[in-house]
Nanobody
Framework: QLQLVESGGGSVQPGGSLRLSCTAS????????LGWFRQAPGKEREGIAC???????AVDDSVKGRFLISRDNAKNTVYLEMDDLKPEDTSVYYC???????????????????????????WGQGTQVSVSA
């Protein structure tokens, strides 16, 4: 079974940037929708960006225009490029995966939306992002 490992978290000042990476052990990641979630202390975990193919993404309004999700199937990796970070972005960030891509365009879109709704098959262990002056 695939395992997901996040990296790239850290501490930055407001307005700064970070790039998170999530690499999967094993093969077959191309058949998975991939996504990023975050959970701040005392809050529920929320899906912020998910991706099937390059033209099949879902991005939460709270990060739209500031965060960019991408994937490199050859490297078994999904990225989250985060720009213009704000203190309210401080959270533990998790990557997640949901199996089932590749049957049809419609089902791929459905898998992306279900993943961002929290219906994941796999979860990483999380990486901390802290934004403060």
């Amino acid at each position: 079974q695939l395992q997901l490992v996040e990296s790239g978290g850290g501490s930055v000042q407001p307005g700064g940037s970070l790039r998170l990476s999530c690499t999967a052990s094993g093969s077959g990641l191309v058949n998975y929708a991939l996504g990023w979630f975050r959970q701040a202390p005392g809050k529920e975990r929320e899906g912020i960006a998910c991706i099937g193919g390059e033209d099949n993404t879902a991005v939460d309004d709270s990060v739209k225009g500031r965060f960019l999700i991408s994937r490199d199937n050859a490297k078994n990796t999904v990225y989250l490029e985060m720009d213009d970070l704000k203190p309210e972005d401080t959270s533990v960030y998790y990557c997640a995966a949901r199996a089932g891509l590749g049957r049809s365009r419609n089902t791929d879109v459905l898998h992306v939306w279900k993943l961002c709704g929290g219906e994941a098959d796999l979860w990483g262990q999380g990486t901390q992002v802290s934004v403060s002056a």
